[in-house]
T-cell receptor, first 115, second 110 residues
C-alpha cells in the first residue's frame, strides 16, 4: 500500500483562489519532504524542500509567496497555491524519505486545474 | 542541475532489449529510477547507491558507475507493461532531494 499519501488527487479551482494540497507520510516520520511540479510531457521539477518546524527551502525561480509550504508535523506537509492562475495548472507531487533507509517514496500526485 | 538522459524515446518490439542512460555533471550519492505511465504518479523501480552496484528487478536491471557519474537502466526481453516514461533521479547529498532527467519514453509494441 501507499506509504505517502496526497490529497486531493485532483482539484479544479477558479482563477484568483487558493488551493491547498496535503502530503502525508503514513507509517513513518519524515522531517524532510519534497514538492515537485510536472507539466504535461515534461519531467518532474523540484519546487521546494519542506522542513519540519522550519521554513521551506525553495528552488531558484519558484516564488515562495505564491507556493506556501507548511510542515507542521513529522507526517504532514502542505502546499498552498495562492492566487492561482491558469498557468499554475499542473501535476503536483510530493515525496518523502524514510529516515532509516534511502528509498524515496512519492505520493499519488495532485492534478490542479485553474479555470 | 538536471542529469542528462538518453535516448529521448525508444520503440521496441515485445522481447527486445533496450538501454537507457543517465549521466550527471555532479558527484552522486545515489541514483533512483522510476517509471511513469500517462496520467499516473511515478512508480519506484530501484535505487543504486554509490559503490558501483548493480541491481535488478525481474528483467529490469541497472548499473551505477560512480566514477563516470552515470547510471544505465537495462530493459531485457521487454514486455508490453514496460511501456511508459522512465526517469532517473539523482541525489547528490543523500538528503533525498532528487533532480530528474528529462525522461525516456519507451513504447513496447506486440
Amino acid at each position: 500500500g501507499a506509504v505517502v499519501s496526497q490529497h486531493p488527487s485532483w482539484v479544479i479551482c477558479k482563477s484568483g483562489t487558493s488551493v491547498k494540497i496535503e502530503c502525508r507520510s503514513l507509517d513513518f516520520q519524515a522531517t524532510t519532504m519534497f514538492w515537485y511540479r510536472q507539466f504535461p510531457k515534461q519531467s518532474l521539477m523540484l519546487m521546494a524542500t519542506s522542513n519540519e518546524g522550519s521554513k521551506a527551502t525553495y528552488e531558484q525561480g519558484v516564488e515562495k509567496d505564491k507556493f506556501l509550504i507548511n510542515h507542521a508535523s513529522l507526517t504532514l506537509s502542505t502546499l498552498t497555491v495562492t492566487s492561482a492562475h491558469p498557468e499554475d495548472s499542473s501535476f503536483y507531487i510530493c515525496s518523502a524519505r524514510r529516515e532509516s533507509g534511502n528509498t524515496i517514496y512519492f505520493g499519488e500526485g495532485s492534478w490542479l486545474t485553474v479555470v | 542541475q538536471q542529469p542528462v538522459q538518453s535516448p529521448q524515446a525508444v520503440i521496441l518490439r515485445e522481447g527486445e532489449d533496450a538501454v537507457i542512460n543517465c549521466s550527471s555533471s555532479k558527484a552522486l550519492y545515489s541514483v533512483h529510477w522510476y517509471r511513469q505511465k500517462h496520467g499516473e504518479a511515478p512508480v519506484f523501480l530501484m535505487i543504486l547507491l554509490k559503490g558501483g552496484e548493480q541491481k535488478g528487478h525481474e528483467k529490469i536491471s541497472a548499473s551505477f558507475n560512480e566514477k563516470k557519474q552515470q547510471s544505465s537502466l537495462y530493459l531485457t526481453a521487454s514486455q508490453l507493461s514496460y511501456s511508459g516514461t522512465y526517469f532517473c533521479g539523482i541525489d547528490s547529498d543523500s538528503w533525498g532531494k532528487l533532480q530528474f532527467g528529462a525522461g525516456t519514453q519507451v513504447v513496447v509494441t506486440p
